[in-house]
């Protein structure tokens, strides 16, 4: 069993970067264009505990929608940095 404490805090990490609010990894990545270890490690660590959790119960469609969402954006992120006619890099 995920331990509640934890378990709101990883989801309070989930909404920030799905809302791109300052201090979350998303917020680094897209407005200041920089990969941020502590963040990602942060949002990394949310995904895994959340992850857990959807072995004994079922998640709710709002959380599945915050974590595609994240890590679509992430994703592309990436992609654009490595595409050589792109501006974007990390």
């Not at 331990?3 to 979350?24: H, Q, T, V, W």
């Not at 969402?69 to 592309?76: M, N, P, R, V």
């Amino acid at each position: 069993m995920v331990c509640p404490i934890i378990e709101f805090d990883a989801r309070n990490i989930l909404k920030r970067n799905y809302r791109c609010e300052e201090g979350s990894f998303i917020y680094y990545l897209h407005e200041e264009a920089k990969f941020e270890k502590k963040s990602f490690w942060e949002y990394y660590d949310c995904i895994y505990e959340l992850g857990k959790k959807s072995h004994s119960e079922k998640f709710e469609q709002q959380m599945l929608v915050e974590v595609t969402h994240t890590y679509e954006f992430i994703l592309k992120c990436i992609l654009y940095h490595f595409a050589p006619n792109d501006i974007y890099r990390i």
